[in-house]
């Protein structure tokens, strides 16, 4: 395998979301008369919006998308660093990475600056790309803007819906098990438990440098 960047999902991945996003979807369904445990199981991975039209298609995905962006902003506080983040993070300072998410630009931001996580030089999110997740062009673009091709990327996916769009753009992917058992994350190359388990996968394929 031959690694030339390494691409991140966000949530699950470099920021313990999970418990936010949950009490964001749940407050969302329960006001809009859903099941939560049904809706919650269409969000991983996906844009707010494209989870809305799924679980309620009689609603207007663009006005329930602001709804659960006025959720989203109550939640300054829940979004804190994944294990292992910073470190492996700071190990990349010097290498070539992106992140690659279906959130938004603003909000992705503010968590990083909360959670004292760095952004790299290309971001990728959903509003960037007119088919998401689990479609392989968001994965496609930051490989170009990267200027590499999505077979020398290293992709590290928490999501079923991540990891597929990360195989159809041919990348190579890293499952995360943080929010899903190795056998949802069916399609990934390999996986792994930790981000400390992925910084010792690229040391030994010699993209990062021992410490």
């Not at 991975?45 to 039209?53: A, F, I, L, N, W």
């Not at 597929?164 to 943080?178: D, E, F, K, R």
């Amino acid at each position: 395998m031959t690694i030339s960047a390494v691409l991140f999902d966000v949530d699950g991945v470099l920021l313990d979301s999970t418990a936010a996003h949950r009490r964001i979807w749940t407050s969302w369904s329960l006001a809009r008369g859903l099941n939560p445990e049904k809706v919650w199981r269409l969000t991983f991975g996906r844009r707010p919006e494209d989870t809305v039209k799924d679980a309620a298609p009689h609603l207007d995905p663009v006005i329930e998308r602001r709804v659960l962006d006025e959720l989203l902003a109550q939640e300054k506080d829940g979004f804190p660093p994944l294990d292992g983040a910073a470190d492996l993070l700071e190990a990349l300072s010097d290498s070539p990475w992106a992140i690659v998410t279906s959130g938004d630009r603003t909000s992705v931001g503010e968590r990083f600056a909360a959670a004292g996580l760095p952004l790299p030089a290309v971001q990728v999110y959903g509003s960037d790309v007119e088919h998401a997740k689990p479609a392989p062009d968001c994965f496609a673009l930051a490989a170009s803007r990267l200027g590499v091709a999505p077979s020398a990327c290293l992709v590290v996916e928490d999501a079923p819906a991540g990891v597929s769009a990360a195989v159809a753009a041919g990348c190579t992917v890293i499952g995360l098990t943080t929010t899903h058992r190795e056998e949802s994350l069916g399609q990934a190359h390999m996986c792994a438990a930790s981000l400390a388990e992925v910084r010792n996968l690229l040391i030994a394929q010699g993209f990062l440098a021992r410490p």
